[in-house]
C-alpha cells in the first residue's frame, strides 16, 4: 500500500470532479496527465519505498518514443496492455491514438476495451483510472458521469494485480505490451538458469511475460542497460534470442526519474523465426582491430577487504590518486599480497565510469623494474609483444573521442567490463 500517494488522487477526482468550472482547467489537466503523477510521486513518496517496489514513472517523451512501435506493429492490435503500468503513462500515450467518442462515458466505454493494466498497488491502478478519464476530457470528450460514478468500473482491464501472473488471464486476444517493470535487485528464481544469485528484476519480469504470452503477441519494453551491455546477462540474451524474434534495440539514454541508462526493445513472440532480425545488433560489433588483438586486458587481483596481514609486502596501485593520462614508475604504495601480481610496463584502466563523464576509460602506463599488485577497481591491459611503445600507443586510443563514442553506445551503466575494453577498436 501507498497511502502517501493518496492526496494525488484525491487532486486527481477533485479535478475531474470541477470540470471545466475551473478558470485553468485545462492547464491543470495538462499537468496531471503528464508530468505531476512523477513529481507527485517523488513529493509523497520516501525513495526507500519507491526503490522496494521499482516505482519510477516514465517522462511522457519516453512514453511517446515506446508508444509509437504501437503504429510499427501492422497487425491490428486488439489490446494494448502495461503489465506494470504505476500511474499509466505509457496506457496515456497509448491513448493518443485512440479515438474519442463525444462523451466522456462513451470514449471510456470504448477505451476500456482496449487498453490493459496491472500494478502490485491500488493507489496507482485508480491513478490511471482517473488520469484516463482527465485525458479523455482534455482531448473534448464531454463529461456525462454522474457524480458517484465509479471511474474504475469502465477500466475492468486495469486493477491491482502481479502483471507477470494477471498477464496470462488477457490471452484470448492479440496483445501488444508496452512495458517498464520494476529495476529492483532481487534473488534469482530458482528454474532460472542463467543467472546466479542476484538478479534485476526487470530481466525476469520480462521472461515470466514471455512465457505466458501467444504467438505473434509483441512486447515493447522500457530496460536498464545492464540488460544489453553487462557480461552477467550475456546468458540472458541468448535465452531471448532462442525464444523471441528482436526487432529493435536502441539506447535511449537517462532514464532521469530513476537515474538508470535504458534501452527500448522491441520482439515479438514467434518461435519460428528467434533471434535477431536482419540488422539488429545488442551493440556495435563490426569491429576489425580490437585491443584484445594485442593486448591481455584482466580485473587488478586485489580486493582490499580481504587482505591477509602476514602475506608478502609489494608495490600497489589503485584509482586514487593515479596521473590521469600520465606515468607512474616503481609506485611507493604497498600491500601485504600473495596473489597475481603484474609486470610493467602495461596500462591501467579506471573501471568505475559514467557516459555523462568527458572520457570513459581514463588510463595510466604504469612502468619500472618490480612487479605491482593491482585494486580489482582498475583494468588492466598487458601488452602481448611487451614494450612501452604499445603502452603508449593505447592511451591514445582510449583517449580519443571515437573511443568514448564506442563505449557511450556499447555499454551505458557505470562499470566498464574485461569484455568491452577488449572490444574497443584499435585500428
Ligand atoms: C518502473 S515503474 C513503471 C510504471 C509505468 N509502466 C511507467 O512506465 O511509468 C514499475 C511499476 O511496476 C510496479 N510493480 C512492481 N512489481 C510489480 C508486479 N509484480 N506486477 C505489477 N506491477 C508491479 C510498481 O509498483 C511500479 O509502479
Known sequence: MLKSYSPFLKHLQNLLASQTELPDFSKQVESAVNGLASSQLENLVSRAQLKKSGAFFSSPELSRRVACELKSNNRKTALVVDPACGAGNLLLAAASDLAVAPTLSATLKSWGTKLAGFDIHDEFVKATHLRLALYACHRGAKFDLPLDSAISDYFPNIKKADGTVAIASLQSKRCHILLNPPYAVVKTPQNYNWISGNVNQA??????????????????????????????????????????????????GNFITADVDVFVIDLEIDNTKPGLAPGVTWWEDNISQKISDNFHVSVGAVVKHRINKNDKIVPYIHAKGLPQWGEITNPTESVAFSGRIESPPFVVIRRTSSPSDKKRAIATIVTGKRKVAIDNHLLICTPKAGGYAQCKKLIGILKDDTTNLHLNNRIRCRHLTVGVVKDIPAP
Request: with cysteine.
Open 203 to 252: 530481466a525476469v519480469f520480462l521472461v515470466q511475460c514471455i512465457e505466458k504470452l501467444k504467438p505473434q503477441s509483441r512486447i515493447t519494453a522500457i530496460l536498464p542497460d545492464v540488460l544489453r551491455s553487462g557480461t552477467r546477462y550475456a546468458k540472458w540474451r541468448n535465452q531471448l534470442e532462442e525464444i523471441v524474434s528482436i526487432k529493435k534495440i536502441e539506447s535511449v
